[in-house]
C-alpha cells in the first residue's frame, strides 16, 4: 500500500527572529541611534553599546538560483553569513564590526550589485508579477524597470536626491502595485474586443457581467450564442472583465499606454492620507528601453 501522503503543516510564516544575525537578537527592541555612514551603509547603536552594520546591495527581484547562490557565498565569505531582503529587491547584509564593511562592499562591486539605496537615494523599483507569473499583464513589469534602472541606478548609490525616492511599476491598470512616490502603470485606453466564439465555452458571464464596475457589460446573444456586450460609451478601459474572461481583450500593443503618477499616501509614511496625481498618460508602451517612460521619470 502506498505510503499516506505528507500532509502540510499549516503553522504560517516562521519566526524571524531565529534568522537574525545574533547582535540584532541580543538587541531587539533596545536601539539607540542609527546613522548612515557612507550611502547603502547603515549603523546601528544600541542601549547597551553593541554595534552593527548594514550593508544594503541592489538586485533584481527575480533572480535566479545562481544569482542566490552567489549572493549567500558574498554573505558567508565577506560577511557574518546573515543576510535578508527588502520589499523593494534590496539585499542587506549585517556584519558586527567596522572593518568587514569595505571588503563587503568591494565583493559586492566586484560581482555587479550597486551598493547604495540608503537615506535619499532612488530606491530599487519594485514591480509587480507581468509575463512571468500573472495572467492579464498589459507589458512587462520588469522590463520597464530593468530599462529604468539601467538609466538612473546611479541614483542608487549617490544619495543626492531631496528625499528617498520609491518607484513601482505595474503591468496592469486594476490588480497589484502602484504603491511609491512614481508609480509607472499600464493604462488601456479602448474598451475590450469580444471573441463571441469562445465567450459561450470559456466565460462565467454572470462572474464577468458583476466585475465591471460601472454596469458596462450586458449579456448578449450572437450568432445563436450566448455572449456578452460591452456599452463602450459607458466603459472606461479598466481592463477588469478580462482576468474572468479571456475573450474580452483588452491589451494591445498601440491603445495600451503606460501612465506615470506621483505622490498620494504610499510616498510618505509621515505624512497624512493623499491621493496620488496624474502627472504623464498616454505614452507609448514601447519595448524593450520604454525611452518615453525613462524621460519622463528623469524630468520627474
Ligand atoms: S499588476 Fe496586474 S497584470 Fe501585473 S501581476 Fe499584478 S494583477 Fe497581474
Ligand atoms: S474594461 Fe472595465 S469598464 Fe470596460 S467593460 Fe470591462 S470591466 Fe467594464
Redesign the pocket.
Known sequence: MAEAPRMPIESGCPDPIQYMHPTMRRNYGQWAYHDRPRPGVLHHTSKHNEEIWTVRAGTQRQMDVYTIKKLCDISDEFGDGFMRFTIRSNIEFMVDAESKVEPLIKALQDAGFPVGGTGPTVSMISHTQGWLHCDIPGTDASGVVKALMDDIYEEFQKSEMPNRVHMTTSCCQINCGGHGDIAINIQHTK??KINHDLVANVCERPTVVA????A??RPAMVNGKPTLE?DEKK???????FPPCPP?Q?NDPVHSKIAIWIGGKHSNARSKPSFQKLVAAGLPNNPPRWPEVGAVVKKI
Not at 466585475?211 to 460601472?214: F, G, H, Q, S, T
Not at 466603459?235 to 472583465?241: D, L, R
Open positions: 474598451p475590450p466585475r465591471c464596475p460601472v458596462a457589460i460591452v466603459c472606461i478601459c479598466c481592463g477588469a472583465c474580452m483588452i
